[in-house]
Nanobody
Framework: QVQVVESGGGLVQAGGSLRLSCVASGSIFRINDMGWYRQAPGKQRELVATITSGGDSNYADSVKGRFTISRDNAKNTVYLQMNSLKPEDTAVYYC??????????WGQGTQVTVSS
């Protein structure tokens, strides 16, 4: 059994910051990629940022320069620091984890709401 749990979401004013965390636990093999996705009401889930076990990161154009993804391999944890938040960043943010067997695990999501 593998658990992926996000935390850190909430309500923030435009221009503010939030830091999301995601921890993977349980019977999980060595973790390769970790990532954040988001889904706004009425829209498809979209990639926000990913990071490899070696620390290489990738960002959606819409968040480049504002969001930073990082990870702590010893703790099976990935973070998403979100600065200069905009109302269009409002969404449910999901964490996913891909292990060395290419199994993909998703968290339950955490709500981020940015007010104007």
């Amino acid at each position: 059994q593998v658990q992926v749990v996000e935390s850190g979401g909430g309500l923030v004013q435009a221009g503010g910051s939030l830091r999301l965390s995601c921890v993977a636990s349980g019977s999980i093999f060595r973790i390769n990629d970790m990532g954040w996705y988001r889904q706004a009401p009425g829209k498809q889930r979209e990639l926000v940022a990913t990071i490899t076990s070696g620390g290489d990161s990738n960002y959606a154009d819409s968040v480049k320069g504002r969001f930073t993804i990082s990870r702590d391999n010893a703790k099976n944890t990935v973070y998403l620091q979100m600065n200069s938040l905009k109302p269009e960043d409002t969404a449910v943010y999901y964490c996913n984890v891909r292990d060395s067997r290419s199994f993909l695990y998703w968290g339950q999501g955490t709500q981020v709401t940015v007010s104007s």
